[in-house]
């Protein structure tokens, strides 16, 4: 290979990465970079020609040059950052400046680090016939990546393979997908398959395959920041050594050949730059919110109904609803409720199931109502008779004819006779015609009689049923399907069932008139449950949340090769580039009296303590507190570990402290005596006697040893391998913020912080990226809300259950590149800028096509279901422009600021910022 194809291979790597199968967002922006790249390089070659016509004996030290500083940047994964250079082999530098005498640097500094991946290739596996039998003799296996769809983040996911035939020369082929939601090969089904093929293969073989698949290359992908500003930096480094090493004189032709190399260096650092910052345009857009659905408690969903009637009304939709029946099957499956229950549990007063107004205690029943029977023979005269009105009315309702309600005509009850008697919801019907005028006094007395019986009475004028029955029975409708008479006793549920918790994914149709009863949304809410990664959350709801939240707790990964899953070479700066670029962004999301805890072990402490002086500062670090706890390990030739670090910086020097005290080791057993201060006992001083009375206890140290590990037998133990006890959280949420305080934990993990932070009477935020965030996280919570008896719940004497919480998904960076259509265009030409410095992007749609033009009425309308089906709007605009809603209704979002926004004709320029850069 000459030193100019060398040259433009390195060129390549560097611009395009290593080649990936698959499908997603990345690799499809990996393509289009292959169709400007090809454009571009037979741009260079024509320039480099033509600059070096007076120069040609520079041609092969200028490619010589060209490759020995680009190729140093090559990562498999498209990345620009150090690679094969001197800071290679170092984690972290030490860096002096004027202000301090060491500052930490550490390779990927200058990185948004992404997620870690494989580079998945299809590829043949083969084994000789020892291991099993084909009829072509060795085994031979194909495995297909080109459906291996790229992770979304750095979730922990495994590969599902699937058998998708034999080729004539019998070897089988598979197709290899990441797994969803829990998706396992099915081993089995796969050997019982090849063995109706007459391919005998054992289980250990089949395994063994599937290994060596996924063996391939693992690497991290990153973003850099400023890829320009720093490759350009990287040059001037290089070639300063370059230039003058060995240098003794400078001709004139010696200049000028420099300065070309430094110009097609430029040139080339120009365009692969535009690359690197689109993705991190892409990386840093504002996310849309999707598949959001809220969780609301019976007992505050009525607190929030203007009066009882309508607070019926809500449950009796609900019970009549369709999606009823997934939400019984959810309580039970959470144990909230056992699989006897019946939806009439829920009541005290055994409410009809049928969707219609109840019968409260009280209320006499049909049959049993007084009866003279002196009347019958009048009853029956007086149906015979039927004036007009009557009739007209009586062939509305009969036979159940009338919304499937049963009526009787001409009813005794008491010592009177009513017009109409309704026996489902105890209402009588009168029509007062020419016999009721005068009769005031006797009417208030029958009326006044029926209402001791717990019976509604409604009037109706004769004329109007003669002159307008159709509107007659509409008012009827109106009366009988909502309100409930006064003094008539509302539905009473269950105290130990007021707190079952409705999600409204199972009631969507409702779920715009349960938010209607709200005046103040966002702040009537306890919490947010957010599924993403974190630095795409943390990014998206800084306007909304920014100086908000009182206390941050983060359990992050410790740095100890498992947590990630994979071997990693630059370990510690991967690290702390994942924690450096979140961190920095969570600072902002702190109020000025808030602070930050940072759970490690052993193996990242020493990092952790760093950042945080970087980000907050030496002088806001408050304590180094160490967790101790007994926890067993197998035996090794060590000591063993057992104590954990949490690591506690403010944001400012004016914080909020609660002071927590230490409990007496004999909890004051010897203070035998009490008053209306307290626990007292005896004490002598100088020949006097005074009462000493026993306090709080020592103040808490920062050494804490009498907080558990949560054994595998615990009823608060989730099934979540590094779940941390709601006592340590507890400790923590209580000695830094106060109630209706916002506690922030963007590594959710099993969802601990959430839970105690409810608890506790703190309102919430919780971030999760994996699918544990619906099999665990989102459960924990819907039993916090339901009352739940584990953790610290028995001593929190406030905590009783019931709450409201919105969860839901954000549009994530993979699905964004995904979304961004690129086409292949030429370059630009402009009198401005070169081709190497023209924004390359400028044709293409990225998500345009959201956006539709109406010529004719020269509009353009929003349509973001092309985009992502369930898009909550009201909730993307909230974070977009860092206004709480105060009221979302059909249509329309309004912000406490009163701004109000009409969602079903979106201005686009609200909200370009998610759709064009």
């Known amino acids: 290979m000459s030193k100019e194809q060398k040259f433009y291979k390195a060129l390549q790597d560097v611009f395009i990465g290593a080649k990936i199968e698959g499908e997603g967002g990345f690799i499809n922006l990996m393509k289009i970079k292959f169709g400007y790249y090809s454009q571009i390089e037979k741009l260079i070659k024509e320039d480099i020609d033509k600059a070096l016509e007076k120069y040609p004996k520079f041609r092969d030290e200028l490619f010589i040059k060209l490759y020995d500083f680009f190729h140093r940047y090559f990562t498999e994964s498209g990345s620009i950052y150090f690679n094969s250079t001197p800071f290679h082999n170092n984690i972290y530098e030490k860096v002096y400046t004027d202000e301090k005498d060491v500052i930490l640097f550490w390779k990927t500094q200058m990185l948004y680090y992404v997620k870690t991946d494989h580079i998945f290739r299809s590829m043949p596996v083969e084994f000789s016939a020892e291991g099993g039998s084909a009829p072509g003799g060795d085994l031979k296996f194909f495995f297909d990546a080109s459906q291996i769809e790229n992770k979304k983040a750095n979730e922990k996911r495994a590969l599902y393979f699937e058998i998708n035939g034999v080729r004539e020369d019998n070897t089988v082929v598979f197709t290899v997908r990441y797994s969803e939601r829990g998706t396992k090969t099915k081993a089995d089904e796969i050997l019982k398959n090849l063995k109706g093929k007459n391919i005998a293969v054992t289980e250990e073989l089949l395994e063994k395959a599937f290994r060596v698949f996924e063996k391939q290359s693992e690497v991290d ?168 009105s009557e009739v007209l009315f009586w062939n509305q309702v009969k036979s159940k004819q009338f919304l499937g309600l049963d009526f009787d005509r001409q009813k005794i009850i008491g010592n009177y006779i009513v017009d109409f008697y309704c026996k489902n919801l105890s209402v009588i019907i009168e029509i007062d015609g020419i016999s009721h005028d005068g009769k005031i006094e006797y009417d208030k007395q ?167 002086n970087n980000y907050f500062g030496e002088e806001n670090f408050r304590n180094e507190i160490i967790w101790a706890y007994r926890r067993w390990t197998a035996q090794a030739n060590q000591f063993q570990n057992s104590h954990d670090y949490v690591l506690w910086a403010t944001k400012t020097d004016s914080y909020l402290w609660n002071q927590l005290f230490d409990q007496y080791a004999d909890k004051g057993s010897h203070y035998t005596e009490e ?132 969860y839901y998904e954000l549009e994530q960076y993979e699905e964004a590149l995904a979304n961004c259509k690129y086409g292949d265009s030429n370059l630009f030409n402009s009198p401005s800028k070169t081709p190497y410095q023209e924004y390359v992007f400028m044709k293409d749609e990225k998500m345009l096509s959201a956006l539709e033009i109406d010529y004719k009425s020269n509009k353009v309308r929003v349509n973001l279901t092309k985009l992502y089906p369930d898009i909550d709007i009201a909730e993307t605009l909230s974070n977009l422009t860092g206004k709480w809603i105060k009221k979302i209704a059909d249509g329309e979002v309004e912000f406490t600021d009163g701004t109000k926004i009409n969602t079903k004709d979106l201005d686009y320029k609200i909200i370009k910022p998610l759709i064009w850069w």
């Open 221 to 388: 992908f990153f973003i850099n920041k400023n890829a320009k500003a720093f490759l350009q930096e990287q040059f001037k480094l290089w070639s300063y050594q370059y230039f003058w090493e060995g240098a003794k004189e400078w001709s004139g032709n010696r200049v000028n050949q420099l300065q070309i190399l430094k110009l097609f260096a430029f040139k080339v650092i120009d365009f692969i730059s535009q690359f690197e910052d689109e993705l991190v345009k892409i990386w840093n857009k504002p996310k849309f919110v999707k598949n959001s659905n809220y969780v609301i408690t019976l007992d505050k969903l009525l607190s929030a109904c203007h009066s009882r009637e309508s607070g019926n009304l809500f449950l009796e939709k609900i019970i009549k609803h369709a999606g009823i029946k997934e939400q019984i099957k959810e309580w039970q499956e959470l144990g909230i409720v056992d699989d006897k229950f019946k939806l009439e549990d829920v009541f005290e007063n055994s409410p009809s199931l049928k969707g219609w107004q109840t019968k409260s205690d009280g209320v006499v029943k049909w049959n049993e109502l007084p009866f003279n029977p002196e009347l019958k023979k009048r009853a029956r005269e007086l149906r015979k008779a039927g004036n007009l």
């Open 446 to 612: 029958r009326d006044d009689y029926f209402k001791s019986l717990r019976l509604k009475v409604i009037h109706i004028l004769d004329s109007d049923v003669k002159n307008n029955l159709s509107g007659t029975m509409e008012f009827l409708e109106r009366e009988l399907k909502h309100p409930v008479p006064s003094g008539h006793p509302s539905i009473r549920i269950r105290v130990e069932l007021k707190h079952l918790p409705i999600d409204t994914k199972y009631f969507k149709d409702l779920e715009l008139e349960i938010l209607s009863l709200f005046n103040d949304l966002d702040n009537q809410l306890d919490g947010w449950l957010i599924k993403s990664e974190n630095y795409q959350a943390l990014n998206t709801i800084l306007p909304k949340f920014k100086e908000k939240v009182q206390t941050i707790y983060i359990d992050p990964p410790f740095n100890t090769g498992d947590d990630f899953e994979y071997v990693d070479r630059f370990q510690d700066s991967s690290w702390l580039s994942l924690m450096s670029n979140r961190i920095e962004i969570a600072r902002d999301l702190i109020y000025k009296k808030g602070g930050f805890f940072l759970h490690l072990d052993w193996n990242a402490n020493f990092l952790g303590r760093i950042l945080l």
């Open 675 to 806: 008053d209306e201060e307290g626990k007292y006992r005896w004490q002598y001083l100088n020949g006097k006697k005074y009462k000493l009375y026993l306090k709080e206890g020592s103040r808490m140290k920062d050494w804490w040893e009498d907080l558990p590990y949560i054994n595998s037998m615990a009823i608060e133990r989730t099934g979540f391998e590094t779940q941390k006890p709601e006592s340590l959280l507890q400790r923590i949420i209580l000695s830094s913020s106060k109630r209706g305080d916002i506690i922030f934990d963007f590594f959710l993990g099993s969802g601990t912080t959430t839970a105690v932070a409810h608890k506790l009477g703190r309102k919430w935020l919780g971030v999760e990226m994996g699918e544990h965030f619906y099999s665990v996280v989102l459960p924990r919570m819907k039993k916090v809300l339901a009352y739940d008896k584990s953790g610290i719940s028995k001593e929190v004497k406030d905590y009783q259950g019931g709450g409201f919480f919105k």
